[in-house]
């Protein structure tokens, strides 16, 4: 008998994606991370507090280490479903919103990711070979390689290879397969 299938956690979606883009810092300890996030999150607060984005291999930490203000929490894992830090929580609520979708297809660090992941495969001998391997930990389908290729050409003739190989990482990391534990 097979389990349903389940979303990942926004802090493990988070991990994940910086795994596969090869950007996680394994450093255990140290103080808060803060990741980017949407200019303005602070505004609906009851107090302005300052965010800046941390930088270096702090930035790409596990999300274990991501600060949060009870008044204000990290968009994007509240996207996905992180419960309130001001209550205990046993057990999170899941949803599917269109909501995730736009975020995993807009947020600044999701493109920041896909776009080092697009680095990272365009170093290997066969991308997209690669890309299946990386993300999803299974080779890919002929048809499935050849599709991401054709994907990788129109964006390449259009806005050049740099940009390609970022569409590609984008392709990947909104998979259902990636974004799902069987």
């Known amino acids: 008998q097979r389990q349903r299938r389940l979303r ?30 949407p200019e303005g999150v602070f505004a609906f607060t009851q107090s302005r507090k300052s965010w800046q984005p941390s930088e270096g291999g702090d930035r790409y930490r596990r999300s274990l280490y991501t600060r949060i203000w ?21 057990r999170r609520t899941r949803s599917n919103t269109p909501l995730q979708a736009l975020t995993l297809a807009n947020d600044s660090m999701v493109i920041e990711f896909a776009a080092a992941l697009g680095a990272r495969l365009s170093a290997e001998a066969e991308p997209f070979a690669a890309a299946f391997e990386l993300a999803l930990g299974r080779p890919g389908s002929a048809a499935e390689r050849s599709r ?16 390609a190989w970022t569409a590609v ?12 534990r069987p």
């Open 70 to 90: 009870r008044s204000s929490p990290f968009p994007f894992y509240s996207v996905f479903d992180q419960p309130a830090a001001s209550a205990s929580c046993t």
């Open 8 to 37: 990942l956690e926004g802090e493990t979606l988070r991990d994940a994606a910086l795994a596969v883009s090869g950007l996680l810092d394994p450093r255990l300890g140290g103080g808060p991370v803060q990741p980017p996030q």
């Open 169 to 180: 990482g984008r392709v990947l990391l909104n998979l259902d397969e990636f974004l799902t």
């Open 148 to 163: 991401l290729r054709e994907h990788w050409q129109a964006i390449a003739e259009r806005r050049g290879e740099a940009a």
